[in-house]
């Protein structure tokens, strides 16, 4: 395991080192170079698509992106002897992104942070100490079970289909289109969500 300055650093480090062709996803995270067709598949769930959880395949060398965990149910995910890596932060769960506290699991040794964290020690200790305080204090299903409710509050509102990710919702409204992954229109609720959240704080006040 190595610390990384979140998810996006880890996923520099590979994208740096990897020879392969990378296959992505239409309308996956964006900041991944890849093709229709690749090597080695980098893949997200729940997807960065549509915020929906998608099984793992199995039939070609998996890279696989967390970020949004913790921000759905929280669910057993069982790891193949497929995927080579795996990268997770707290940004989207617990909205900690300026903090850049990330996790990337190798199966085989990294070629420039294994000298680099491993054995230089080189790393943001501080974010990574407030990291080990979140596992070891904070429940990993309170930020869903919290916040669900409000999200299928807004989606009922706005004729939305809410996502798996708490944040997220999608629709196949044209007035949507300028948000289109793949085959459908992501948006992110997040302030809507905050807003209602606020005013449970206030009515309870």
Same mark, same amino acid.
């Given at each position: 395991?190595?610390?990384?300055?979140?998810?996006?650093?880890?996923l520099n480090y590979w994208?740096?080192?990897? +020879?392969? +062709?990378? +296959?992505?996803?239409?309308?996956?995270?964006?900041w991944v170079l890849g %093709?229709?067709?690749g090597d080695v598949l980098y893949h997200t769930t729940p997807s960065s698509i549509d915020g929906n959880c998608k099984e793992i395949p199995i039939t070609m060398p998996v890279v696989l992106d967390l970020a949004y965990l913790l921000s759905s149910k929280?669910?057993?995910?069982?790891?193949?002897? &497929?995927?080579?890596?795996?990268?997770?932060?707290f940004s989207k769960c617990f909205g900690l992104r &300026?903090?850049?506290?990330?996790?990337?699991?190798?199966?085989?040794?990294?070629?420039?942070l294994q000298p680099l964290i491993k054995n230089a020690k080189y790393y943001n200790y501080y974010s990574m100490m407030l990291g080990e305080h #979140?596992?070891?204090?904070?429940?990993?299903?309170?930020?869903?079970?919290?916040?669900?409710?409000?999200?299928?509050?807004?989606? %009922? %509102? #706005?004729? #939305?289909?809410?996502?798996?990710?708490?944040? #997220?919702?999608?629709?196949?409204?044209?007035m949507y289109n300028k948000f289109k992954r793949g085959n459908t229109n992501r948006l992110c609720i997040a302030d809507l969500i905050?807003?209602?959240?606020?005013?449970t704080i206030q009515n309870r006040q």
């Open positions: 395991m190595y610390p990384v300055n979140g998810i996006t650093e880890g994208m740096w080192l990897e +020879q392969r +062709q990378i +296959q992505i996803a239409d309308g996956d995270y964006q %093709e229709e067709v929280p669910q057993k995910i069982t790891i193949p002897e &497929n995927v080579e890596k795996v990268f997770f932060s &300026n903090l850049r506290i990330g996790y990337y699991w190798s199966r085989y040794p990294d070629k420039r #979140l596992i070891q204090n904070v429940n990993p299903e309170i930020v869903f079970n919290t916040l669900r409710p409000l999200q299928i509050q807004v989606c %009922e %509102e #706005l004729n #939305l289909t809410p996502s798996d990710t708490i944040w #997220l919702a999608t629709s196949t409204d044209p905050k807003e209602k959240y606020d005013e």
